[in-house]
């Protein structure tokens, strides 16, 4: 276990330094001024450095490892995104300033709204929700907010089992209904079955495209026809954009409102509760509920308009997480439109080739085909009390972060994998490989090994239960 900086403190040269010619006594009152030294541990500098290296060999990045976390795309994006975000030019400015003095900024924010709108078929956009799922939250307030301005009352939200998780959790925040959706073995959805339950007071259907067993929605054209039909509103998660960007686009299949993840799709690191931005876009009808303040040029000025009587108000502080946004404008402007085709077909050309190894292996419930992402079950081989766990534990053996396990909740002992378009064909091979082993031998074989898993990193096993109810948040 690593000492603590306290633990390795002794008597050398502190790391740090203090200038003790610099008068500032003076300017603190005495009651807020310290009757005791500050008791910094004295540590040689080589030594803090090699404590903080030695801390951070111990995480999983994707600087280190393969990182094929389903439904989460932890792929890699360019460090070039990361230095231009820190820039002093951005990290200097307030948003309390006025607009005539962060001009530059505004530029980028309306630049990419309008970037967002090309890409996805929608006419505006508000970069402000801070996340996918506060992006949804907000659409369902534009939905609700909608419907109230022509006097509607509809309380309903239409959401199928394959769709993502957040979507049932923020149509209930949002004030809705939950109607769940009964889908397909590959998680499609029957428009029958649908309009079985599309009742007159249903706002939306949400779809996730691709959906949560990574198949594209074959019924989309006739699913938008009956919802429409019904006065109903179609919701786009586009938390999987990544998979059909340039090749289709949700606006012009018939989707009302949607959201992106730009900490998935669009260079921003996911992961590690944030950073994230889930900026929101809706067709032309819906505009006028979309969060204020809203960026607009006005005789070549970009302005602040608040003045916006139909606005849901503010989803958030200021403007939106602009390091985010920033850092998807400018990978948006390197790759331009034939890169971002390029990226989704990669993206899926990689998890198909995956899939390819797998499937006469190991079970594949949505069938042999897929877009960005694939689901397998292993539940029919697992012998000895062996359980999707124990895969992904022993994973961590080989140097792998594990796939998503347990998700979708509709495949049982599911792995989620989603190799996303930067990694090479060795990863690829030397993965599947591997957990083809785990899986076919050692499960068989040596489960108790399994069981153990992993003996390879610096914490073991924990009882995750106890962690998520009893968090020890300090030490």
């Known amino acids: 276990m690593e000492k603590l900086l306290n633990e390795l403190s002794s008597e050398c040269k502190p790391a740090y330094s203090v200038n003790s010619d610099v008068e500032i006594d003076a300017q603190i009152p005495e009651n807020l001024k310290r009757n005791s030294d500050l008791g910094l541990p004295s540590i040689a500098e080589s030594d803090l450095l090699r404590h903080f290296t030695n801390l951070s060999r111990k995480n999983y990045a994707l600087s280190t490892v393969f990182y094929p976390l389903g439904s989460c795309t932890m792929k890699y994006n360019p460090l070039i995104n990361e230095r231009i975000a820190k820039d ?46 506060h992006g949804e939250f907000t659409g369902l307030l534009i939905i609700a907010e909608y419907f109230k301005s022509i006097k509607q009352e509809r309380t309903k939200i239409i959401v199928p089992d394959s769709a993502h998780g957040t979507n049932p959790a923020s149509a209930a925040f949002a004030g809705f209904k939950i109607v769940p959706l009964k889908s397909e073995p590959d998680g499609s959805i029957v428009p029958e079955k649908l309009k079985e339950i599309l009742t007159p007071d249903v706002a939306a259907v949400m779809l996730t495209v691709p959906n949560t067993l990574g198949t594209f929605e074959k019924n989309i054209p006739e699913i938008s026809r009956i919802v429409h039909e019904n006065g109903s509103l179609l919701y786009y998660d586009g938390a999987n ?26 260079s921003t690191p996911h992961g590690g509760g944030g950073p994230g931005s889930g900026p929101v876009g809706v067709k032309a009808f819906l505009e006028p509920f979309l969060p204020v303040p809203r960026i607009e040029n006005k005789k070549s000025k970009f302005v602040l308009n608040y003045k916006k009587p139909k606005s849901i108000g503010k989803l958030k502080a200021f403007f939106g997480n602009f390091p985010v946004i920033l850092k998807a404008y400018i990978y948006i402007k390197s790759l331009g439109a034939e890169g971002l085709k390029s990226v989704s077909e990669q993206a899926v050309l990689n998890a198909n080739y995956m899939l390819a190894r797998f499937k006469d ?8 085909r897929c877009m960005h992402e694939f689901v397998l079950s292993p539940k ?30 509709i495949v049982e002992e599911a792995i989620m994998v989603e190799p996303t378009e930067t990694e090479s064909k060795e990863t690829l091979d030397a993965f599947v490989d591997n957990l083809i082993k785990i899986i076919l031998e050692e499960a068989a074989q040596e489960p108790q090994k399994l069981k153990d898993a992993p003996v390879n990193t610096s914490v073991r096993r924990l009882n995750e239960v106890e962690a998520a109810r009893k968090p020890i948040l300090k030490w």
């Open 361 to 368: 292996k190991i079970n594949v419930p949505a069938g042999s």
């Open 88 to 133: 002093e030019a951005f990290n200097f400015i307030h948003p309390r300033q006025p607009a005539e003095s962060m001009q530059g900024v505004l530029e980028v924010m309306c630049e990419c709204e309008r970037d967002l709108c090309e890409i996805s078929g929608m006419d505006y956009f508000s970069l402000q929700p801070a996340a996918g799922a």
């Open 241 to 266: 954009l990544n998979a059909v960007m340039g090749i289709v686009r949700p606006g012009d299949m018939g989707f009302d409102v949607m959201h992106i993840n730009l900490h998935k799709t669009f």
């Open 380 to 409: 029919s081989l697992f012998k000895n009390g062996v359980r999707t766990l124990d895969i992904a534990k022993r994973l961590l053996d080989y140097g792998y972060y594990a796939p998503t396990v347990y998700f979708p909740l």
